[in-house]
Nanobody
């Protein structure tokens, strides 16, 4: 089992910045991609950004240029730095960790979510 502990959410003014952190623990050896997703009530959960063990990144189009994802493999922690935040960025942000073992069993874990509110 894998545990994902998120931190860094909160209230930020429009135009402000925020950094979210997600620390993974437990059986992490088969995890090779971590990332962040977000969800607002009544809508599907959507991609924010992902990063692989080798450092390859993928960003949502709406966040490109405002968002940077990084990871510290030694600490099993992934970070997302978000700048120039807008009220539309208000959502619950979820950490995700996924991977596959040699038997092609897929692993997919979610954190409990952290609220980000962009408001003046």
């Amino acid at each position: 089992q894998v545990q994902l502990v998120e931190s860094g959410g909160g209230l930020v003014q429009p135009g402000g910045s925020l950094r979210l952190s997600c620390a993974a623990s437990g059986s992490i050896s088969n995890l090779n991609i971590m990332g962040w997703y977000r969800q607002v009530p009544g809508k599907h959960r959507e991609l924010v950004a992902t990063i692989t063990n080798s450092g390859s990144t993928n960003y949502a189009e709406t966040l490109k240029g405002r968002c940077t994802i990084s990871r510290d493999n030694a600490k099993n922690t992934v970070y997302v730095q978000m700048n120039s935040l807008k009220p539309d960025d208000t959502a619950v942000y979820y950490c995700n960790a996924a991977g596959m073992d040699v038997a092609a069993k897929i692993y997919n874990y979610w954190g409990q979510g952290t609220q980000v509110t962009v408001s003046s």
